[in-house]
């Protein structure tokens, strides 16, 4: 995944492909730690752009991965789509105006660029970032998913338990009455 910056038209350039999740190394790791499971393909719709010395690519993915669902722990899939916004450049723009010591020099992480070198852009590393950063923290099969009952661990979208779950024990029962006096 891989463009020549000398080959990107006045106008732009549009690429569409699709690839297999081995394609991003981080993504088999996420499996291995059992995560979530990109499911192949994974398509990209993407448009480039050069302006003066800066390359803006912007577009969006499309995939179906298969998840745990953090409430009962069952496998799911469902369909994982996000925008992407990347600007490359091989040296950081010039910044004017006086230095002081309170100044801090910024990376070009910091604000939002990734460096390249040579005339060919790696588009790897940076869609990677956005494919993680697309998963979903804690991940539902379903917004009306009941999860487990904290006292006998029955799956709730299953059937109902006996529990009471009024005498359950929360650990932060304690601090239910706890006041911070004013001073």
Partial sequence: MRI?????????????????PETFPVLGKIVKDGGCEFIPPISFQLRAIRVHELVAVEGKFKTTVRLSCSRCLEDFE????????????????????????????????DIGLILFHGKE??????????LVMSIPFKPLCSETCKGFCPGCGMDLNESECRCD????HNAFAALKDFKIPNK
């Fill in 4 to 20: 020549r910056i000398d080959k990107i038209p006045k106008h732009g350039i549009s690429l569409a492909f699709e690839v297999n």
């Fill in 78 to 109: 469902t369909s994982l789509q996000s925008r992407i916004f990347l600007s490359y450049t091989q040296e950081l723009p010039e910044v004017f105006g006086t230095a002081n010591e309170e100044d801090i020099e910024l990376t070009a992480q």
């Fill in 121 to 130: 852009i790696d588009l790897t590393k940076g869609i990677q970032e956005h």
């Fill in 165 to 168: 779950r009024s005498s359950i």
